[in-house]
């Protein structure tokens, strides 16, 4: 009877060495933010925002969205606008805080904080 023959390591350990290695040498930020963001005119900015995140009805550059990453509040002027300068790449959306990695995804409208207190104070009341 033949005795199994198991893979030896040398054709096991190249590809977890070579991820170990990818991850080394790749980090977050680099992966993410690719690219700086594009100058773009007021009226271009704002066009933009509207092609690209087509789910709020953005009427202004000072309309203000809250960032569920960063927990900022940014603007359509803060909003950078980013890829697509070589036509190879589609256009999109991020925050401009450093080191947020959010998109449109991420964003919410901001709520005034005395109405974030009542819906709490409701909510501990109802929960008690």
Request: net charge positive; proline share 8%; with cysteine.
């Amino acid at each position: 009877m033949k005795a199994k023959r198991w893979p030896t390591l040398a054709l096991i350990a190249p590809p977890l060495m070579f991820l170990q290695i990818a991850t080394e040498f790749a980090s977050l930020g680099s992966v993410i933010r690719p690219s700086r963001p594009i100058r773009l005119a007021a009226e271009d900015k704002l066009e933009a925002l509207r092609r690209i995140d087509k789910g709020r009805p953005w009427s202004s550059l000072d309309d203000q969205l809250y960032c569920t990453i960063c927990k900022r509040v940014i603007s359509g002027r803060q909003i950078e606008v980013v890829g697509g300068t070589n036509g190879l790449r589609a256009l999109h959306l991020r925050c401009s805080t450093p080191g947020c990695p959010s998109t449109p995804a991420d964003w919410i409208l901001p709520v005034k904080s005395d109405i974030v207190r009542e819906i709490d104070i409701l909510f501990r009341d109802n929960g008690a």
